[in-house]
């Protein structure tokens, strides 16, 4: 497809958005804080008779230990492996014959659990919530085969970089901060893990102070709430606070991270800096900027690498955000004799993009794109659920939601502009992060900053925890 077409389309995008931005309709919800501090939020939705729930529990991997990252990870793994009187067996034979789903697990900065069921089973189901939460049992033997699972899926993971390269990005970026801890840990520190740690962690990081659980669907409201009191009002607060990552700062200069894996035929890259915290007050027209840039297909990165380049099947830009500034990074892969060549298109759109911004018309389809694709993200109960619970885990409120579209509706060109020369870095001050084989490309990736080597056979932390020394080839050293 040609640049003219690409234009072409954008301006018959936009030239058909309608006047107004879609907005939303969600339910009333109903908020409720218990006196151990849980924070509940009950939304009825009787249009089906079901009902969702989504628990986020403050403290996920940025509570992990140094030397024990994947604690947080492994604890909430096992939580629907034994809690109460119930098996792992139980707990899979009362979902599966219900028909429901339940979940658990840890991310970043939160553990969690979710799931879904008929409305006739809430008795059943809220009880198995409240045992997961409050009385994990973590059995041993399931602690030893979670465990061993976890090992052979990271080792699994690294036959393809796409699963493991945001985590050699973050582990190389962040440093000691503990953004830079994988979720998952590694290898090595999941190896070292014992039972009595992922206890340990249940106990220091799991309180009724840390839960925030939104439930929406066919109830009562007030019902529900006289019943989640029951069950959850004398939970114990958490006996450690929260864990509340300082402020990361911004890399100055260059340097290159290379990770060796020597049977690819493609280089896998990350290029990026600091980037914004999610409550960042320009984040709706940085959002229009993201997805200008780089966010959708037809986007200045996706066009330049893919559609007029042939340089890869898919580019993207990278914006996570957290408590504290996340990072935003261009993500391709190219085929390893072309991997300067990409990088080197890649960067000239970022250097264009902050020289010369974003045009009118890409700007108006972006915003139409967006305003397409976000009211469907907010239609059943679990989507629900999980949208109240995570924007009233980062303190805001049902308004992010429900006034989103207009916002992006109203974005102004010269905000974006403005956001995008604040918030994208400027080309001497990046970050690489090279997935491929480092034999083939070493020498001519050089020219991008100093260079770290390492093995992907390696643990990740191996190398890249701080304090541990990671191989280091500048100017004329081996190629």
């Known amino acids: 497809m040609t640049g003219r077409s690409i234009a072409a389309m954008a301006l018959a995008t936009a030239l058909a958005a309608p006047a107004s931005a879609p907005g939303i309709n969600l339910p009333p919800s109903r908020e409720v804080r218990l006196q151990n501090g849980a924070f509940v939020i ?26 024990k990252e994947g604690v947080a990870a492994l604890t909430g793994e096992l939580l629907r492996k034994g809690a109460g009187k119930r098996s792992a067996q139980d707990i ?99 190896r070292g893990l014992t039972r009595q740690d992922v206890v340990d962690f249940f106990r220091a990081n799991y309180g009724g102070d840390r839960l925030i659980l939104s439930v929406v669907g066919d109830f009562s409201a007030a019902a529900m709430e006289a019943k989640l009191r029951g069950k959850f009002s ?16 911004r890399v100055s200069g260059r340097r290159v ?12 890259f990350w290029i990026g800096n600091l980037g914004v915290a999610r409550g960042d007050p320009d984040r709706v027209p940085l959002d229009v900027a993201n997805t200008a840039y780089g966010g959708r297909y037809t986007s200045i990165l996706n066009t330049a690498l893919r559609i007029q380049g042939g340089l890869t099947y898919g580019a993207r830009w990278l914006a996570p955000r957290y408590m504290q500034a996340g990072t935003v990074a261009i ?7 072309t991997t300067v060549k990409a990088i080197d298109v890649a960067l000239e759109t970022l250097s264009q993009v902050r020289r010369a911004g974003i045009d009118s018309l890409t700007l108006a389809s972006a915003k139409t794109y967006i305003r397409g694709q ?20 980062y303190g805001q409120t049902r308004e992010e939601l429900e006034g989103y579209a207009p916002k992006v509706a109203a974005a102004r060109s010269e905000d974006v502009t403005r956001v995008v020369q604040r918030v994208y870095p400027p080309l001497e001050d990046l ?49």
């Open 42 to 67: 009950l939304a009825e939705k009787h249009d089906v008779p079901l009902i969702a729930f989504y628990a986020l529990l403050r403290g996920g991997g940025v509570g992990d230990p140094a030397g």
């Open 92 to 190: 899979a034979a009362l979902v599966d014959g219900l028909g429901a789903t339940l979940g658990t697990g840890a991310g970043l900065e939160a553990s969690y659990a979710y799931g879904e069921f008929m409305a006739r089973d809430q008795a059943v189901m809220l009880d198995l919530l409240a045992d997961i939460l409050l009385r994990p049992t973590f059995p041993a033997d399931e602690f030893d085969k979670v465990k061993e699972q976890s090992i052979d899926a990271l080792r699994a993971a690294k036959d393809d970089p796409r699963n493991v390269i945001r985590d050699y990005a973050s582990a190389f970026f962040y440093g000691n901060h503990p953004y830079g801890r994988p979720v998952d840990g590694d290898e090595a520190t999941l």
């Open 234 to 249: 004398d939970w114990p607060k958490a006996p450690s606070a929260a864990p509340g990552p300082p402020a990361p700062a």
């Open 257 to 268: 991270l290379l990770v060796d894996k020597p049977d690819a035929t493609q280089t896998y």
């Open 331 to 337: 993500y391709s892969y190219t085929k390893t004799e």
């Open 374 to 393: 976000f009211p469907p993200r907010l239609e059943t109960e679990d989507q629900i659920a999980g949208a109240l619970a995570d924007v009233t885990f």
């Open 431 to 479: 970050t690489f992060v090279l997935v491929g084989d480092a034999a083939k490309i070493r020498a001519a990736v050089r020219k991008y900053g100093p260079l770290t080597d390492v093995k992907i056979a390696e643990p990740l932390l191996s190398r890249l925890r701080p304090g541990a020394r990671a191989g280091r080839h500048r100017g004329g050293d081996r190629g």
